[in-house]
């Protein structure tokens, strides 16, 4: 049975003073790593370890998933103890690619965008692969999934 989507596909969060910057406001990259972060944690509360997606050093049939295309755009300052919900909208793009959405909300305002692509590879060869099969669960179950898309 699949998890209810709001449990993995909407996550929380809260800025912490280690995030923000000189200004005290959210450092720009922050922003990037707490997208991979959403990402990850998405796929474990799915049901899908991370040695089930990420590839085993020196495994023969290790794939990685690497991003090959990244954005942000902030909306609004993100400053220390603001709460945020983070709302991520998988998508695969063919039978090799996917990229992921994410919307940040603080106060029930939008406060920041982001986006993720990601290519399959052969992790011996670096040659583009089929994604690994617990990841297209993910995105099918993503897709079906009913939460309200970006």
Known sequence: MVPDPSSWLLL?????FGDTDAAGVLHAPRLLRWCHEAYEESLERY???????????GHPLAVALP??????????PLV???????RLAPRRL?????EVRYAF???DQPAAEGLTRHVAIAAASRQR???PEPLNRWLEASS???????
Do not use: E, K, Y
């Not at 991003?67 to 609004?76: E, L, M, P, Y």
């Open 94 to 98: 063919d039978s090799s690619s996917f």
């Open 47 to 57: 049901g899908i370890s991370a040695a089930q997606v990420f590839p085993t050093p």
């Open 80 to 86: 220390c103890g603001d709460p945020l919900a983070i």
């Open 129 to 131: 692969c089929a994604l």
């Open 67 to 76: 991003i090959v295309h990244c954005q942000a755009d902030f909306r609004r």
């Open 144 to 150: 079906l999934g009913g939460v309200q898309t970006l």
């Open 105 to 107: 909300v603080c106060d």
């Open 12 to 16: 929380c969060r809260r800025v912490r």
